[in-house]
């Protein structure tokens, strides 16, 4: 069994690109039917957020895998497959089992040491499960993945100061506009997202805050955690009127700030400045309305530009964290080792004792009768010529089996030999089920 990932992040792909794979709510659904149709893929769990979109799966044929998860992003996202390349990055085994570590520690963010993503990764997780698509191996590497990025939050500093694309946006309004007294504010979209940006803006000194969301009640209720005010999704555009920052997070698939519903407005505004940042994947404001007079438009990519003051301290805790991920990637390899080389093995013994046994029955009936003596002489001779053929690929298995190549090793013994290694590999699939740490 072997463990693939397939995606594309903020360090492959812009905003625009990576807003046709974003894939939530029944577009998600259909991802999983997608996988679990596919006999190649074992279990599958996809991780969306705002910087990525990723697939994780297991596969018994590592290319067959791959090709399930390359021609599903391609089919989703329209993008033809020599263009998909150029965005997409599908790490071996080894290195696709790090990854999700680094992921869920924040390190592999856009503000490094950002907290929400451990738990998009835990929900993503557990979305998975209830779609019936997650299976025991990933249920092992995702559990293990969630406690990585616990210890790492727990033993460095890395989120000594808490960052998030949130803080990122507040910071971004602070340099541009210099103060944020007095100004106002309107955050479309009522999600956690939203609300984490509400609470820095109102820290640094934003005197009014109105809420807008496609559920109106929702916003209601955000609005008044923060002694602001709602408005309803449909009057929005007349809002953009009086305020000065605009700041967008929805779940839209779609502009919800464009050219028919809002430009006139905005032109109204005679040149003032009026500061939009976008943090949602897909995008929620249409970056051709930065052509008014006026109209400062950031998109989530621009955030990247946002100094940390504590870059320095967490240059070194990035080092503190990267030892804790190779030491805990150690002891997982060591652990899914088993999955992939142990049934190789068994299955390999299994084939030479068959082979053994068939030509030494040829042998004796061909031979006639022999004495006792004569039969165990021939049978030990079997037996060290099988026994000596099998022993380096054995040790050298064992020896690569918690390596970056293990994997494939195992891969090429089982095709060499063809080996029929189902029933072993589903003892070891029942252990994943066992082993959560």
Known sequence: MYVLVGGINHTTAPVDIREKFAICGVNLDNAYDYFKNHDVIEGAV?????????????????????????????????????????????????????????????????????????????????????????????????????????????NTTISKQPLSISYAAVELAKKILGNLTNKTVI???????????TEYLMINGVQSVIVSNRSY????????????????????????????????????????????NCRDVL????????????????????????????????????????????YLEKQKAIVRAEKIIMEELVKFNEWLAGLYVVPVITALKTKGEEIKQEELKRALNRLGRLSERNQKILNTLVNSIVNQLLHEPIVKLKEEAASNQGH???????KLFSLPINEGEQKYENSANRNKG
Do not use: W
């Open 267 to 310: 032109e109204k505004r005679n040149g003032q400045k009026i500061l939009m940042i976008d943090i949602a994947v897909p995008r929620d404001i249409d970056p051709a309305l930065k052509d008014i007079a006026g109209v400062f438009i950031y998109d989530i990519d621009k955030l990247q530009n946002v100094v940390d003051a504590n």
């Open 187 to 197: 955050v479309i979209g009522a999600g956690e997202m939203s609300e984490l940006t």
């Open 46 to 154: 996809v991780l969306n957020t705002c910087n990525r979109t990723e697939v994780y799966a297991t596969a018994r044929d590592i290319e067959k895998g791959m090709k399930v998860i390359e021609g599903f992003l391609e089919e989703y996202s329209g993008i033809c497959c020599e263009e998909l390349k150029n965005y997409l990055y599908q790490p071996n085994c080894y290195d696709a089992i790090l990854h999700i570590f680094k992921v869920a520690s924040g390190l592999d963010s856009m503000i490094v040491g950002e907290d929400q993503i451990l738990g998009q990764v835990k929900e993503a997780h557990q979305m998975a499960i209830e779609a019936g698509a997650s299976d025991g191996v990933l249920n092992a590497l995702f559990q293990k993945a969630i406690n990585v990025g616990k210890k790492v939050r727990t």
């Open 408 to 414: 494939l090793y195992a891969e090429v013994v089982k």
């Open 217 to 260: 009640d929702r916003a209601v209720k955000m609005a008044d955690k923060f002694d602001g005010r709602a408005v309803r999704f449909n009057e929005l555009s007349t809002q953009l009127s009086a305020v000065d920052i605009v700041i967008s997070c929805t779940a839209a698939s779609h502009y919800v700030l464009h050219q028919a």
